[in-house]
């Protein structure tokens, strides 16, 4: 069992910055795949970003390509995801999610291609 715990959220001014990590624990992790997303009041899970962990390929929501920035720490069993530029619309609940098995990128983006998910940790935007 997989156990994914983040860590990082906060409330920060438009504009400002954060760092938001995930550390992975359990049985011996080595996932495929690993990724953000975010759910925000009354919307649905929506993807943030992603990145493979062998490789380091990355993958970007739209609504944050340039702002935000995936990465991960292979030794630490963590993966990354800094904030920059933020604004209020990026408000919500922000979950890690892991794949240990085979994923084609095409797939990367949906919630239900991942069977491993944190708690997730509030992000808040104040305008």
């Known amino acids: 069992q997989v156990q994914l715990v983040e860590s990082g959220g906060g409330l920060v001014q438009t504009g400002g910055s954060l760092r938001l990590s995930c550390t992975a624990s359990?049985?011996?992790?080595?996932?495929?795949?690993m990724g953000w997303f975010r759910q925000a009041p009354g919307k649905e899970r929506e993807f943030v970003a992603a990145?493979?962990?062998?490789?380091?390929?990355?993958y970007y929501a739209e609504a944050v390509k340039g702002r935000f920035s995936i990465s991960r720490d292979r030794d630490k069993n963590t993966m990354y995801l800094q904030l920059s530029s933020l604004k209020p619309e990026d408000t919500a609940v922000y979950h890690c999610?892991?794949?240990?098995?085979?994923?084609?990128?095409?797939?990367?983006?949906?919630?239900?291609?991942?069977?491993?998910w944190g708690q997730g940790t509030q992000v808040t935007v104040s305008s």
């Open positions: 990145i493979s962990w062998s490789g380091g390929v990355t």
């Open positions: 359990g049985r011996t992790f080595s996932p495929h795949v």
């Open positions: 999610a892991a794949r240990t098995s085979v994923l084609a990128a095409i797939r990367v983006m949906g919630a239900a291609s991942y069977p491993d």
